[in-house]
């Protein structure tokens, strides 16, 4: 619990979800929350979180349609939003998709990534003229960066002057940042790649760049 950026002492109660402070605030009063824990478990990964999200709006997803990794995620809703809008959001935090089925069935699973070296190697001749068309093609990246630990209340201003750089600096953050990086002399023109996520360890920010 912070009080214009210092940490100051509080109450909590933990039957009604909410704190008192001990002293008046003097200042923008943030804290750092675990989230949600019905019948004594945290919601703190995606086979977790998906299926309470998804009971709330009638809805009834079973963890086993849920084939993600067990990275941390935090969450933070304050405002209306849809299902679909937050299954978009940790399905791009862990490199993954979700669908129906044309059975009706839903589906929440990791893109393949492969780094295995190629099968076959096509030439110019080995493809009917006519026959094949682009659909999309992918820039080389020289760098990829994955955020995490997202701060949903950044506080770029309104802090105490007691308060270290450091701590401005992280206040002021949208998220801390890990990165992979490619050396690619022949793409002079590569460019580095930003991806916002939900994951809250460095560890699973780095596993994704």
Same mark, same amino acid.
Request: net charge negative; hydrophobic share 40%.
């Given at each position: %619990?912070?009080?214009?950026?210092v940490?100051?002492?509080f109450t909590p109660d933990?039957a009604t979800?909410?704190?008192?402070l001990?002293?008046a605030?003097q200042?923008?009063?943030t804290? !750092?929350v /675990?989230?949600?824990?019905?019948?004594?478990? @945290?919601l703190q990964?995606?086979?977790q979180?998906?299926p309470?999200l998804?009971?709330?709006v009638?809805?009834?997803i079973?963890?086993?349609d849920? $084939?993600?990794?067990?990275?941390?995620?935090? =969450?933070y809703?304050?405002d $209306?939003?849809?299902l679909?809008s937050?299954l978009d959001q940790?399905?791009?935090?862990l %490199?993954?998709?979700w669908?129906?089925t044309?059975?009706g069935?839903?589906?929440?699973?990791a *893109?393949?990534v492969?780094?295995?070296?190629?099968?076959?190697t *096509?030439?110019?001749? !080995?493809i009917k003229?006519?026959? @094949?068309t682009?659909q999309t093609?992918l820039?080389p990246v020289?760098?990829? $960066?994955v955020?995490?630990?997202?701060?949903?209340t950044?506080?770029?201003?309104?802090?105490f002057g007691s308060?270290s750089?450091? @701590?401005?600096?992280?206040f002021a953050?949208?998220? =801390? *940042?890990?990165?992979a990086?490619?050396? =690619?002399?022949?793409?002079?023109?590569a $460019?580095?790649?930003? *991806?916002s996520s939900l994951?809250?360890e /460095?560890?699973?920010?780095q596993?994704i760049?």
């Amino acid at each position: %619990m912070r009080d214009g950026g210092v940490a100051v002492s509080f109450t909590p109660d933990l039957a009604t979800g909410t704190f008192t402070l001990v002293s008046a605030a003097q200042g923008r009063v943030t804290c !750092d929350v /675990q989230g949600a824990k019905p019948s004594g478990t @945290w919601l703190q990964s995606a086979k977790q979180i998906i299926p309470v999200l998804a009971a709330k709006v009638g809805l009834s997803i079973n963890s086993t349609d849920i $084939e993600l990794p067990e990275y941390l995620l935090g =969450l933070y809703i304050n405002d $209306e939003s849809t299902l679909s809008s937050v299954l978009d959001q940790i399905a791009i935090s862990l %490199m993954g998709y979700w669908r129906h089925t044309r059975f009706g069935q839903f589906e929440f699973k990791a *893109l393949p990534v492969s780094a295995d070296n190629p099968t076959k190697t *096509l030439h110019g001749d !080995d493809i009917k003229i006519g026959s @094949w068309t682009p659909q999309t093609e992918l820039p080389p990246v020289v760098k990829v $960066e994955v955020g995490y630990q997202r701060n949903y209340t950044q506080q770029p201003d309104g802090l105490f002057g007691s308060v270290s750089t450091q @701590w401005r600096d992280l206040f002021a953050r949208l998220e =801390l *940042l890990a990165e992979a990086t490619n050396t =690619l002399p022949q793409h002079p023109e590569a $460019e580095p790649y930003y *991806l916002s996520s939900l994951l809250v360890e /460095q560890s699973d920010a780095q596993a994704i760049a």
